[in-house]
């Protein structure tokens, strides 16, 4: 399975992060050509984010390349601190030997002094572009054996951050799952190497210029490269919490929402094997799995309920009871229907599906299921996942039964 290295347009926001945020307590005024920790050497701007900006950096001394998230001065030290680094370091100290070790993994962290404060900067493994622009290469749908590649590393690394105690909780969508660049060699001849600017962290703040992203994504596999040979990691650690204590009850993004977070119930990891669910027939299809619109295209909760019930079946009584009491009852009676709802609006997962293969519907439905399970307590783990049979099959290898 190849592609062609030709790029796809992708526009790009001429504003960026915005200048406004370059301000005391938010992000550092980055330069191409600075030197950060003494040896990281800036190249240039990959990326930025609601909590940072990515840079492309060379180690001077290795002369190797590596990526520095440099992350706002409101990440700690204030009310709002995110815990992304301890987080990090306590999945870097697990077993090595773990096949998900290496889907998330830090390499080096520092703290750098500037202008608007004092800001956490992390050293990532390099890599080339993340699953939302990854799948334009295939118009929106990655092919399914890639999924299915990319789905088992998914969980291995779930599997390997839950054994340590850690729950993702947030965005394990395709904007947080990074492709790892094979061969870094190919990128030498597009990438400068700027002169070292002198230090001028002494001196008064300098106006700054937003510096323009410069992604990797269209030089970091060769022509003709056969893409069964990526890999990925998942990426976005920042508000992800311990199993043993939370670091907020605020989590996941609404549509990828958990029911028992709906519900303002105890959650726990099983909250990212819901999140998987949604994601997975979104990277088959090109769709996503809920829409919870209302009829003026705002989210709606009762919707997103709806949604739920209509294609997994009835709330459990146990979900039920363990929630908010207010919000139970806002959206259900006493008999645990959901009050006056539409649920013939909503198509069924068969419905969804009918496009696939039939060798390989029956597999993936089963396996979708069983992320998408309304009671916490009956979905399966990321071990338990990894044994199911869409993961393990080859559909092209089937020969087609005759008619």
Known sequence: MH???????????EDEEGISRYVPGDLHP????????????????????????VWLVQDTSAKLLWAMKVLSA????TESDIFELEILQHLKSGDVTHPGYQYSILHDSFTHKGPNGEHVCLIFKLMGESLRTFREWFDGRIPT???????????HALEYAHGRGVIHTEDIQPSNIMIQIPDESLLTPHISIPNILPDTSSSPPREYKIIQTHSLREIYFA?????????????DWGVASFVSHHMSEEIQPLL?????????AKWDEKV???NLGALVPELVFGQRMFCARDERGAYSVGRHLEEMVGLLGAMPGCLLE?????????????DGELRGRGLEKVVSLEKRFEGMDLRERGKFLAFVRKMLVLDPGKRLTARELLGEDWLKHDYDADVPEEN
Request: proline share 2%.
């Open 3 to 13: 592609i062609s290295a030709s790029y796809p347009h992708v526009k790009r926001d």
């Open 30 to 53: 980055v330069s191409l050509g600075e030197l950060y920790n003494n040896k990281y050497l800036v190249l240039r701007k990959l990326g930025y984010g609601r909590y940072s900006t």
């Open 74 to 77: 409101s990440c700690y030290g």
């Open 145 to 155: 054996h890639l999924v299915q590649k990319f789905t088992r590393q998914l969980l």
């Open 223 to 235: 022509e003709d490269f056969n893409v069964m040979d990526l890999n990925i990691t998942l990426s």
């Open 256 to 264: 990828l929402r958990a029911p028992e977070v709906l519900f303002g």
């Open 272 to 274: 990212d094997i819901w």
């Open 322 to 334: 363990k929630g908010d009491r207010e919000v139970v009852i806002e959206w259900f009676g006493e």
